[in-house]
């Protein structure tokens, strides 16, 4: 497993903009996909978008597409979620999560077995 830690979260405006970042320890972060995870109060935690290990392939939420940005930076060990247009219903604590299993699977939340502690992104109308 690796260690991770998200930072950039933040209270903005809607049509601002934040970008999140998430840092892993360990030599293994280069090997596994990345998901940034968000829940709202009272509501389930959702995928919002996953990166594969090479970042060679993104995926994203509905309600992100065209908004967000997911990448990394495997020398720094470290992936970001660039998110513009923020709306409040962006407004939830964001975590970043990994898993070692395929790409196929990389819906399935079960199989992220590292997570961070969460970063609260609130976005003011």
């Known amino acids: 497993q690796v260690q991770l830690v998200e930072s950039g979260g933040g209270l903005v405006q809607a049509g601002d903009s934040l970008r999140l970042s998430c840092t892993a320890s360990g030599r293994t ?11 709202a109060p009272g509501k389930e935690r959702d995928i919002v978008s996953i990166i594969s290990w090479s ?24 992936a970001y979620l660039q998110m513009n247009n923020l709306t409040p219903e962006d407004t939830a604590v964001y975590y970043c ?11 399935d939340s079960t199989l992220y077995n590292s997570w961070g502690q969460g970063t609260q992104v ?3 109308s």
Request: no cysteine; glycine share 6%; aromatic share 12%.
């Open 29 to 39: 972060f280069r090997t596994l996909n990345i998901a940034w995870f968000r829940q």
């Open 55 to 78: 970042g060679s392939m993104t995926d994203y939420a509905d309600s992100v597409k065209g908004r967000f940005t997911i990448s990394r930076d495997n020398a720094k060990s470290t």
């Open 97 to 107: 999560a990994a898993s070692g299993s395929s790409w196929l699977r990389r819906l």
């Open 122 to 124: 609130t976005v003011s």
